[in-house]
Structure formats: C-alpha cells, structure tokens
C-alpha cells in the first residue's frame, strides 16, 4: 500500500476569515515553510481565536468525514470560491489547493488516503477523566470511532481501555511468538512511557499496568503510584493531548499495517498552555511537534513561552491582523509582554505603582534633603517587592536624580 506524503498532503496554507466578531474580509497567509507551518494565533480576549479554531473544525470536510465525500464537497466549495471571486488576490493558491485535492481525489480507486490522515479538535477545556475498565472491547470498535471523527474527549475518556486492549492483545502476541507484533507493542509503551518521564520530570518513572483490575499507575522515582486521574490539572490537560493523539495515531498504523507510519494531518488546540507551569508552557509545542513530525498544529494562545518556543511557525495577531516575523522566536518573555502582548511594560502592576511614587516625588519636592530621604522610604518599605534587576534600577534612578 503507497502511504501519504507529506508533500501530497493537503495543508492549511491559507484561511479567510469572512466574519469573525467584529473582525470581517482578512486573509491569514502562513508562511511558506516545506512542507508545511504551524500556525499559532494569538490576540486579545475577544478578538475571536477559539471562534476560528470552531470555524476550522466545522469546516474541515476533507478530514472531518474521512470519506471521499469529504473532498468532494470541499472540492465544490474552492470551485465556487474561485468562480465567485475572479479578481480576488488568492486566486492562485486557491487553484493550487484544489489541484492538490484533485490529485488526491484521482488516487481513491488505489488506496484511501482518507484512512492514512490525522485530524483532531483539542479544546481549551481538557482533563484526563479516563471511564472505568471492566473487560476488553473489539478492536474495529476504536477504527469506527476513529473514522466517524469521534471527538477528542471520546477518545481520552477510552484511553485507559485502548491501553488494556493493547497489553491484552501483546500477551495473546507472546504466546503465538508474534516478534514483530510484541516489538511494536513495546515501542508504543516506551514512547509514551518516555513522554511521561520527560513531563513528569521523572526519568526512574515506570508505567505499570494491573492486570487483577484492568488498572495502570504511574509510578515515580520515590515509589509513589497515581493514576491518569490523580494527576494535577496542568500534567492532565497536557498528558489528555497526548492521549488523544497517541490512540489515533496507534490506529491509522494499524490500518495501514506500518508502525513506522508517521502520519500526515492537522491538530487544532485551543490553548496548549491550559494549566500548565511556564517552564511546561515552553515545552509543549516542541514536544508535539516532535512526537507528531508531520502533523500541522493550528493552536491559540496567550502564552509568550508557546508563541518563542515553535519552529517553522506562522505568528498571527488577530488584534492587529498582522503577522509576526520570525524573530519573535528568538525574543524574550519580558520583550513580547511588551511587543506583542500590549503592555507598557515588562513590569508588574505593583512595580509601575512604585516607580509613579518615585516620579511623583521627583517632579513635586523641590528640596534635595527630603526629595532624597522619602525616595529611600519608598525603597525600604518595598524592598520585599523588589527583584534584584528592579532595585538596581531604581537605585540608580534615585541617584541620577540628586
């Protein structure tokens, strides 16, 4: 069986926002990355980032369906699309992308790229409340799912199952001497035993599995055992990411009878950093995007450390309706609080109310004496307040006034 490309793929290259809240009749060019950008959108409240997603999720036939039919109606709506905007700028790479899909659509007779593809709808809201296990389910029951486009709180909430069929069906693999099944077993296992470890912080963790219960644990470094459900709201909206995409993943490989697949798609996440620690908030995107090397991920976000931590990435503002260069990358925390995220500053609320007690006394008494002795007030009733850099500051400030 021939298996999807990343460059046959049909990525998101574009998307025109005809009516957003108030924001109506805008493009959203990504960059031209090969074979594919992220996008990440970014903005103010309200300025329509999880309408977008919602609006993507909807309108994403040609994944959504997995059926042919998918991209056929996709394939009609860029067809009107061009013949009701003959003089529009995006005329060609809307050509280019019903090209693309009409090549896809002639390889229907071989092979189904539809059942070799990725697609996923994450949600701001997310947590890993796994149902209860009692007995093992029928495999095609998880490849019906996966190709009636089961949402993704479907799919975290039948993890823990998926995870005891899978040791179920190894066990039946060991006692027909299986290899090649056993190794593929064990890899998925350590690969999502490694992507605990990496965000637990724990390199000694272990992934136990019970089979008296149908029950796995994780169990730490000090031997301490939690389950999915114990964890922490920040690790279980992240590990509830991973859990949606480990399942559907595992199955596409199924289908098409090739754990080394990495498949192609498009995963849209409402707020990556949901929850999560800022050092974690860094980390997620590379994390994804290494897991999943040939996945699009179309997230959005309020987060600094996610918009500097992803390679190969569109930055879109929806509040200025711009794009970002990349060297926004490559900027500091404190540089996008201030660039991007629209604030005066890259100080607390309380630390600008402290240098306006200062430029109050500065402008206002006259006399140096006091002018220098109730700037010193302020510096020691502060003090607490204060980090190392901003006492530093405005001590040299209160000097260069004198």
Sequence with gaps: MSLL??????????????????????????????PFSHL????????????????????LTVLNNRESI??????????????????????????????????VTANFGNYKYYHQSLYSFLKANRDSNLEPVSTVKREDEFIDNLNKQKSSEFFIKQFKQYLVNKKVTQAFDILDNNQAKIAD????????TQSLKNILEDQKLELIFVKDNFEFFIQLRNGQKITFENLSDGFSALISILMDLFMRVDIIRKEVKDFSYNPCGIVLIDEPETHLHLKLQYEVMPLLTSLFPN???????????????????TVFDLTSKSTETESIVGSSFSELMVSHFGLDNEYSNIADDIFAQINHIVKTETNPQIRRKRLQTILTENERYLSPAMQL???SMILELQ
Aim: glycine content about 6%.
């Design 393 to 395: 500051e405005l001590e």
């Design 70 to 103: 998918g991209l056929e109606n996709h394939i009609k709506y860029l067809n009107e699309l061009i013949r009701g905007n003959i003089n529009h700028p995006n005329q060609t790479l809307w050509r280019e992308e019903l090209k693309k899909l009409q090549n």
């Design 40 to 59: 990440v959108l970014t903005g103010k409240n309200g300025s329509g980032k999880s309408t977008i997603l919602r609006s993507l999720d909807s309108s």
């Design 295 to 313: 996945v699009q991920f179309i997230v959005a976000t309020h987060s600094p450390a996610v918009i500097s931590s992803i390679k190969k990435a």
């Design 185 to 192: 077993t064990e890899r998925f296992f350590s690969l999502m």
């Design 5 to 34: 490309a990343p460059q046959d793929f049909p990525y998101i290259t574009q998307i025109y926002v005809s009516d957003c809240y108030t924001y109506q009749g805008f493009d959203i060019v990504l960059n031209n990355d090969k």
